[in-house]
């Protein structure tokens, strides 16, 4: 909707109560279509990705890139293209998770920074545009975006854009907000994505989705980083930082008991 409410700008008490009010509404409208969420819980193993002061949307998103992309491309050379790249972070992972090949970052605004390491891994370019004015030259085996989605005001029509710009055997991987992400994110972009959301956008063949966190990560993130960060202005993540991985680390052990409440998810749809 063109007239929706950004949550990245500065808003008044009553444009904040708007927007609440708005996804809110549109989160809660029943799915018509037949789209279920699979739970990916991050792998015993692999919870010393949880270092620092990330949220734990965060720790899943980068850890689903890392270990699970791999198996879903099914190769290791590949052209990407990363809608709304920023400073390049998502090049960083895909260096870890064992790909190379041609990467081609594309932003609305140039913080692009990529480190030596994509650099030697990936023929690395950067595009400054608006998505709706085009896509650089593909194809792509791989178009992603991470958190990025939920902050272009019209992104109706973008996913059949896409899938034309990808390979044969291309795939699109999109980490988009869930509805549960209204109240630990408040006021972050224009919109969560629901189930009827996605097959709105996706409506050609359904696509595959993951949900990120369950119920502990939710609590933790509301408890210790939207109530305090958001509402009171104070930082736990600073001031009680072993606390807070402590916390962390076990809600992302504890999440597969739980499996409701995802603030994200993962929409994997293959070229149709």
């Not at 927007?19 to 509404?25: G, K, S």
């Not at 949307?57 to 879903?72: G, T």
């Not at 009171?232 to 072993?242: G, K």
């Amino acid at each position: 909707m063109k007239d929706d409410i950004s949550g990245d700008a500065r808003l008044s008490v009553g444009q904040r109560l708007q927007y609440l009010w708005r996804n809110a509404r549109r989160n809660l409208v029943r799915s018509t279509n037949e789209l279920k969420a699979h739970p990916w819980p991050l792998p015993a193993d692999s919870y010393d990705m949880a270092r620092g002061k990330p949220s734990p949307l965060r720790v899943l998103s980068e850890a689903f890139l890392v270990l699970e992309l791999p198996a879903i491309i099914g190769k290791t050379n590949i052209s990407v293209l990363d809608i709304g790249c920023g400073s390049g972070r998502s090049l960083n992972l895909l260096v870890q998770a064992g790909f190379k090949g041609r990467y081609v970052g594309l932003d609305i605004e140039d913080r692009f920074a990529p480190s030596n390491e994509g650099k030697n891994a990936f023929d690395v370019s950067f595009t400054c545009q608006d998505v709706h004015l085009g896509l650089p030259e593909g194809p792509f085996d791989l178009i992603l975006s991470n958190s990025a989605l939920e902050h272009i005001p019209d992104d109706e029509g973008l996913a059949q854009k896409f899938n034309a710009a990808l390979s044969n055997e291309g795939v699109q991987v999109h980490i988009v907000p869930a509805p549960a992400g209204l109240f630990t994110y408040l006021w972050h972009g224009y919109r969560q994505f629901s189930l009827t959301t996605i097959g709105q956008r996706f409506d050609g063949v359904n696509p595959k989705l993951y949900q990120l966190g369950g119920l502990f990560s939710f609590l933790i993130h509301l408890v210790l980083i939207t109530v305090p960060e958001i509402l009171l202005r104070v930082s736990l993540r600073n001031t009680a930082q072993i606390f807070y991985q402590m916390c962390l680390r076990s809600a992302l052990r504890f999440d597969h008991l739980a499996p409701i409440l995802a603030t994200g998810y993962v929409i994997v749809q293959r070229k149709s």
